[in-house]
């Protein structure tokens, strides 16, 4: 039986007890009441005072017993009351964080964290946060079809602030690049600079893309502890291929996820937190390469547990664009 169902049936079951008692004690009181009657009509012998005060000392106890029996009754009804209204509020402010988790799905927000507990309400939130942790890896690796070549060399055209000088590479050499320039900074706090790289040909941008690795990398050596392992990964994914930087520093609260990548000057040089204080490019500049570039860019972190930054390119060559 889960939480919520037993609150509520021990509430009906003590109430239950409670009110019988109460009737007990009222029909023992009356009983009682009604045979010291009988006794003082039946006695003929005693005195008339006497008698009198019998019933007297009958009728008082037993109103006694009647107040008692209703003033238990009324206080465990109010304590059941109070329950009751403990427990409603509780419901409902379970209920409100369930329906805000819906609505930040719909609006791609951070959800609050699960519920605790294993009532239905807490089975219900756990599987929101499942639903958001699927569809956030799924438009993850959506294909972003429309920002083609064609569209990045329609913004070059354009004079756009962010232009491109497009040639093949292999991805995992410019990865390699980025990472020997950081090393020096690593080793001096004893990182590791562990890569996982698979062999891509595809139409980047060398030195803009290195900008953002070497940004990445350094700000993960930077909050990372001393004599720790930061992974690099590069795969692939259906048309994409994608960069993965993780280290285990302090993380990125959710609040600060939401506007991570839209940082103004002046947010930066009023926050101190890891969200703001970037070496090299800042987020935002990041952003702008990796989407002038047709991809995606992102960041999967939990406070005090490290941050994985990702990035996502289109899986084409030059050559596939041209014919």
């Known amino acids: 039986m889960k939480l919520s169902t037993l609150g509520l049936s021990l509430i009906g079951l003590a109430f239950a007890v409670q009110l019988a008692f109460a009737g007990f004690i009222i029909m023992r009181a009356q009983q009682f009441e009604e045979k010291a009657g009988e006794i003082g009509v039946s006695s003929g012998s005693g005195s008339v005072a006497a008698e009198s005060g019998q019933m007297r000392n009958s009728q008082s106890f037993s109103a006694d017993i009647k107040g008692i029996a209703m003033a238990s009754l009324l206080v465990n009804t109010l304590m059941a009351g109070a329950f009751v209204f403990i427990l409603r509020k509780r419901f409902d402010r379970r209920i409100a964080i369930i329906v805000s988790n819906i609505s930040r799905i719909s609006e791609s927000s951070a959800l609050q964290p699960e519920l605790e507990g294993d009532d239905e309400l807490a089975s219900i939130d756990r599987s929101v946060h499942a639903m958001a942790k699927a569809l956030s890896t799924k438009l993850r690796r959506h294909v972003m079809t429309q920002n083609s070549i064609k569209a990045i060399e329609e913004e070059k055209k354009a004079a756009s602030k962010i232009k491109l000088d497009l040639s093949n590479k292999k991805l995992g050499e410019v990865v390699e690049v980025a990472v020997h320039k950081v090393e020096h900074q690593a080793s001096g706090k004893g990182i590791v600079i562990k890569r996982e790289l698979d062999d891509v040909l595809l139409c980047v ?57 839209d940082l103004t000057g002046a947010s930066k040089s009023q926050s101190k937190s890891r969200a703001t204080d970037f070496t090299g490019l800042d987020l935002a500049q990041c952003k702008a390469i990796i989407t002038a570039h047709g991809g995606t860019i992102g960041v999967d972190s939990d406070e005090g547990q490290g941050s994985s930054f990702w990035f996502t390119l289109p899986y084409f060559e030059m050559d596939t664009f041209s014919q």
């Not at 004599?227 to 259906?238: A, E, H, Q, R």
Request: glycine share 6%; charged share 20%.
């Open 205 to 261: 941008d060398e030195e803009r893309v290195q900008q953002v690795l070497v940004s990445l990398l350094s700000n993960a050596v930077k909050y990372a502890p001393e004599s720790d392992v930061i992974n690099v990964m590069l795969g692939k994914i259906p048309y994409s291929v994608v960069v993965t930087i993780s280290d285990n520093g302090p993380g990125i609260s959710y609040d600060e996820q939401d506007t991570l990548f």
